[in-house]
């Protein structure tokens, strides 16, 4: 009988795996919450209900089931990472960083155990969810110093009240602020609006190609630095041509450019909001 | 691939709106980003001062490796590389287009285009080529490229 159950809960289960790969969350929702009825042992069953419920941006239930699955089974990578994305989601709107810094606590957790396990294949995935993550709390802490500096500025313009020469301290004040953190300026309307405004990224870290930051940058021929993919896919689709100086190129000549891997990131260390960054996007929309 | 296509049209709709305001207008199609409409004027002094032409840029989800197909819709200029079907013969739009243009810089090599010419003046063999290229796309139909213009 306990061997039986246990077929059938698998069953719902990949039905409901089914279901998720039509992009029908709320049916694979139905179905994994089957195969927990009948068996409540299996952390698989909920981190699969917990991914529905991030495609369906229900953040609280992604919480509580991942968590239920790392409480079932505390090596589960996939785990620490839906669970670190789902507290960095519900942390977007709190008044401080605690929740998203756990969630990339989580997501540090999931790494360290991918180089214990020597399980390679979760790494790409993780690093790339703690560039999001970073990126998401860069946002976050941004708007609180924005809104404790202009609460701070209103309640001493409150205090100084009719005072002229006290009003040009309050100036010269401001000015030092507005210097001391150039940050401050800049996202006194971002903060209200949750939107970045514009910022560039130096010219000599994009991809001509992708227009973006790269994750494999390759010096071809010409001697300029590609994303990987994206050079091969020009070579295969429109020739041997330098995309910048249209002169021929041997396609065979792809060397990993080292340094500017490193000095990318570097600078995304330095500029968490520069990952898949995109003028005028709206943090809040921005999501795992 | 789709992300990273999308990625990059949301850039180039951001840096026409912020660097070509005034000059390109642009009017995003669909909701999946894959068909835009620029609009712009004619330049003064041109032959086609003020008139106002509408590219249609259609993307596939290899952009910017694969070239947009581009075409004028609504009203195409006289212009002796602009077909009355809307069709360009422009070599950047086919066989020299690289993936570090982009729609701004073709729509400002098809506004200089226009600009240099000093005739209004259809292609020689429009009315027979807008039959065969009827259902061709304009980037299968076998461009001939005459002069350094095109």
């Known amino acids: 009988m306990a061997q039986e159950t246990k077929e059938l809960s698998i069953q719902f289960k990949d039905q409901g795996n089914l279901w998720y790969s039509q992009k029908d969350y709320q049916k694979a929702i139905e179905l994994y ?11 698989t069953f909920y981190l699969n209900r917990a991914k529905c419920f991030k495609m369906l941006k229900t953040f609280d239930k992604q919480y509580q089931d991942s968590l239920k699955a790392i ?15 789902a507290l960095v989601e519900l942390g977007k709107n709190d008044k401080n960083t605690a929740k998203i810094e ?16 020597n399980q390679k294949n979760f790494e790409k995935e993780i690093q790339t969810s703690l560039k999001k993550a970073e990126k998401i709390k860069w946002y976050k802490q941004t708007e609180i110093d924005s809104h404790d500096k202009e609460r701070l500025m209103y309640q001493i313009r409150g205090k100084m009240d009719n005072h002229q020469d006290d009003q040009d301290i309050l100036g010269r004040f401001e000015k030092y602020l507005n210097q001391t953190d150039p940050r401050y300026e800049e996202t006194k309307n971002q903060a209200r609006e949750h939107r970045s405004t514009h ?6 870290l994009i991809c001509r190609i992708t227009d973006d930051l790269m994750e494999q940058p390759v010096v071809i021929q010409s001697g300029f630095t590609y994303e990987k993919s994206a050079i091969l896919k020009h070579f295969q689709i429109n020739g041997n041509i330098d ?22 990131e570097y600078y995304l260390e330095r500029n968490p909001w520069a990952f898949q960054y995109i003028p005028g996007e709206l943090y809040l929309q921005y999501h795992m | 691939m789709q992300a990273r296509c999308l990625g990059r049209l949301k850039k180039e709709a951001e840096d026409i709106r912020n660097n070509f305001d005034g000059v390109l207008e642009l009017d995003i199609k669909d ?10 004027r004619g330049a003064e002094g041109s032959v086609y001062n003020g008139e106002v032409f509408t590219l249609q840029f259609k993307f596939s989800e290899d952009y ?41 810089a073709v729509t400002m090599s098809i506004l200089s285009m226009l600009s240099s010419a000093v005739v209004k003046q259809k292609p020689a063999n429009d009315a027979q080529a ?18 350094d213009k095109c």
């Open chain 1, 243 to 264: 995309p910048i100086t249209r002169q021929s190129v041997d396609p065979n000549i792809l060397i990993p450019n080292h340094y500017l891997k490193q000095a990318t």
């Open chain 2, 31 to 40: 909701e999946s980003q894959m068909c835009w409409h620029v609009r712009f």
């Open chain 2, 130 to 147: 807008v039959v065969w290229m009827k259902n061709k796309s304009p980037k299968k139909v076998n461009w001939m490229f005459e002069d």
């Open chain 1, 199 to 204: 910022k560039e990224i130096p010219d000599f």
């Open chain 1, 33 to 43: 919450s089957r195969a927990i009825m009948i068996n409540d042992n299996n952390p």
């Open chain 2, 64 to 104: 910017p490796i694969e070239s947009p197909e581009v075409i004028f819709v609504g009203i195409p200029p006289e212009h002796e590389h602009v077909y009355s079907n809307g069709y360009i013969c422009l070599s950047t739009l086919y066989s020299d287009w690289t993936p570090a243009l982009k729609v701004s």
């Open chain 1, 102 to 117: 756990k969630g990339i606590l989580r997501m540090k957790k999931a790494l360290n155990m991918c180089f214990k396990q």
């Open chain 1, 71 to 85: 409480e079932l089974d505390d090596s589960y990578i996939k785990a620490y990472i839906v669970n670190g994305e």
